[in-house]
């Protein structure tokens, strides 16, 4: 067994790795990540909210992030597509800097509607900026898979998820704060800022050197590889549609609830302010603290039973929001919930991410880990836009985040019968190899 799948490293090597290069790129990467889903998430939702909009048409607006879900159809384009002029500073870090660019464009844009004057506006606006984040998050996976050597790949995935939480959370508070003193298009246009960091991350580090690019690309035949080849790769795996199944199924519960929280946060009387202090404050702290934790369990445990630790703790933190909806408006009540919540993700953001990311090819890297990242909340995002809402005003928050912790049941008990048929270890890919040789994992 190796030292990915069981762990033999010790607390020293489990610390030193959060200090060097690649991991650290891997967080400004994951600040420009997560900063576009709290502008068509959270901080969407509360504009809607303040604006008037009832709840069924604002968890609705939740449809807009399945452009995430669908990135694997054009995926293959920022494999394969070489950028005139550009191209020159590498394929990844080309299509770096023309996404951030995107990105910053699709913000302002819907910082310039108004939704209580035109819904319609506001839905384009916000599919414009879903399609552009998620190309953004294409190549920004890509990237942060290459540069990271096998042994990296569990702190690298937590330092992207520290930073994919630290951009929505700031992003999310710079935009509240922002909007209760000026208003939300100053709010947007200020938070588009925030794709700075993985272009510059981009310009400072480099092409990875671990990329490989797929021979002659400019044959129709070689076009039919680019486009097929990450699926084929994938399938031919040892236990690959049990593996589908467990993404597909294994954040359900989890998003189901974090796209709710500002509804309830809204409900129960938080002002702008108290939000951004409790989400920010305790939230990073806790992310922070969830993080190191992570990182310590994947080293000393081993990839296998990190990923199953996180997936309990994450399916506890849904049971502490029906005990906040329970007990009501409560500083002390919020703060425990964001605080064990951002823990528990900060856990997962380590071991789960970095079992997504040894599962690539390493000739497909953006292209399957697109595909599977999307795969990973399609299912939560779709029951979030089409039946939250109306579950919410049917049968109340208590219930509803008691459902999401039952939902997230499944995703245990298919990652434990993965364990027991060894299909954690063949399910792997390239990525989890040193230069794609012999498999760490």
Same mark, same amino acid.
């Given at each position: 067994?190796?030292?990915?799948?069981?762990?033999?490293?010790?607390?020293?090597?489990?610390?030193?790795?959060?200090?060097?290069?690649?991991?650290?790129?891997?967080?400004?990467?994951?600040?420009?990540?997560?900063?576009?889903?709290?502008?068509?998430?959270?901080?969407?939702?509360?504009?809607?909210?303040?604006?008037?909009?009832? #709840? #069924? !048409?604002?968890?609705?607006?939740?449809?807009?992030?399945?452009?995430?879900?669908?990135?694997?159809?054009?995926?293959?384009?920022?494999?394969?597509?070489?950028? =005139?002029?550009?191209?020159?500073?590498?394929?990844?870090?080309?299509?770096?800097?023309?996404?951030?660019?995107?990105?910053?464009?699709?913000?302002?844009?819907?910082?310039? %509607? $108004?939704?209580?004057?035109?819904?319609?506006?506001?839905?384009?606006?916000?599919?414009?900026?879903?399609?552009?984040?998620?190309?953004?998050?294409?190549?920004?996976?890509?990237?942060?898979?290459?540069?990271?050597?096998?042994?990296?790949?569990?702190?690298?995935?937590?330092?992207?998820?520290?930073?994919?939480?630290?951009?929505?959370? *700031?992003?999310?508070?710079?935009?509240?704060?922002?909007?209760?003193?000026?208003?939300?298009?100053?709010?947007?246009?200020?938070?588009?800022?925030?794709?700075?960091?993985?272009?510059?991350?981009?310009?400072?580090?480099?092409?990875?050197?671990?990329? #490989?690019?797929?021979?002659?690309?400019?044959?129709?035949?070689?076009? %039919?590889? *680019?486009?097929?080849?990450?699926?084929? $790769?994938?399938?031919?795996?040892?236990?690959?549609?049990?593996?589908?199944?467990?993404?597909?199924?294994?954040?359900?519960?989890?998003?189901?609830?974090?796209?709710?929280?500002?509804?309830?946060?809204?409900?129960?009387?938080?002002?702008?302010?108290?939000?951004?202090?409790?989400?920010?404050?305790?939230?990073?702290?806790?992310?922070?603290?969830?993080?190191?934790?992570?990182?310590?369990?994947? *080293?000393?445990?081993?990839?296998?039973?990190?990923?199953?630790?996180?997936?309990?703790?994450?399916?506890? !933190?849904?049971?502490?929001?029906?005990?906040?909806?329970?007990?009501?408006?409560?500083?002390?009540?919020?703060?425990?919930?964001?605080?064990?919540?951002?823990?528990?993700?900060?856990?997962?953001?380590?071991?789960?991410?970095?079992?997504? !990311?040894?599962?690539? $090819?390493?000739?497909?890297?953006?292209?399957?880990?697109?595909?599977?990242?999307?795969?990973? !909340?399609?299912?939560?995002?779709?029951?979030?836009?089409?039946?939250?809402? *109306?579950?919410?005003?049917?049968?109340?928050?208590?219930?509803?985040?008691?459902?999401?912790?039952?939902?997230?049941? =499944?995703?245990?008990?298919?990652?434990?019968?993965?364990?027991?048929?060894?299909?954690?270890?063949?399910? %792997?890919?390239?990525?989890?190899?040193?230069?794609?040789?012999?498999?760490?994992?």
């Amino acid at each position: 067994m190796t030292d990915i799948a069981q762990g033999t490293g010790s607390w020293l090597d489990a610390v030193k790795p959060y200090a060097e290069k690649a991991p650290l790129a891997a967080l400004f990467l994951g600040i420009s990540s997560g900063f576009p889903f709290a502008m068509i998430g959270a901080n969407l939702a509360s504009r809607l909210a303040q604006d008037g909009i009832d #709840k #069924k !048409s604002v968890t609705a607006f939740s449809l807009v992030l399945l452009a995430y879900n669908l990135k694997w159809l054009w995926a293959w384009v920022i494999e394969g597509v070489k950028l =005139p002029l550009l191209h020159r500073l590498g394929q990844r870090v080309s299509w770096m800097l023309l996404a951030g660019v995107l990105v910053m464009a699709a913000v302002v844009n819907l910082a310039l %509607v $108004d939704p209580g004057a035109d819904l319609m506006a506001t839905v384009r606006a916000a599919i414009l900026l879903g399609i552009a984040g998620a190309t953004f998050d294409i190549i920004i996976d890509g990237y942060r898979i290459e540069i990271l050597t096998p042994e990296q790949l569990g702190i690298g995935a937590g330092m992207s998820q520290y930073g994919w939480r630290i951009g929505a959370a *700031a992003a999310g508070a710079v935009g509240l704060v922002v909007a209760q003193h000026w208003d939300w298009t100053t709010a947007y246009i200020v938070c588009a800022l925030f794709a700075l960091p993985a272009m510059l991350a981009a310009l400072i580090v480099g092409e990875p050197e671990r990329h #490989k690019e797929i021979a002659g690309r400019k044959s129709s035949g070689e076009l %039919v590889q *680019a486009i097929i080849g990450p699926f084929v $790769d994938f399938f031919q795996r040892k236990g690959a549609l049990l593996v589908l199944l467990f993404i597909l199924v294994h954040k359900i519960g989890d998003t189901l609830a974090n796209l709710t929280f500002r509804l309830l946060f809204n409900d129960l009387g938080y002002s702008n302010d108290e939000i951004a202090i409790y989400d920010v404050g305790v939230g990073f702290w806790a992310l922070l603290a969830g993080i190191f934790v992570g990182g310590v369990l994947y *080293a000393r445990l081993g990839l296998k039973r990190s990923v199953l630790i996180s997936l309990i703790l994450m399916a506890v !933190s849904n049971f502490s929001f029906a005990a906040l909806a329970a007990a009501g408006k409560s500083n002390i009540g919020m703060a425990g919930a964001i605080g064990f919540e951002n823990f528990a993700s900060g856990i997962g953001g380590v071991a789960v991410v970095a079992y997504f !990311s040894a599962l690539c $090819d390493l000739r497909f890297t953006a292209a399957q880990y697109a595909m599977i990242s999307a795969a990973a !909340s399609i299912v939560g995002r779709f029951l979030t836009g089409t039946t939250a809402g *109306a579950m919410i005003e049917r049968f109340g928050y208590v219930d509803f985040y008691l459902l999401t912790t039952v939902a997230a049941l =499944p995703g245990i008990v298919l990652f434990w019968l993965m364990m027991r048929a060894g299909l954690v270890e063949t399910s %792997v890919g390239s990525a989890a190899s040193d230069e794609g040789g012999q498999r760490t994992a």
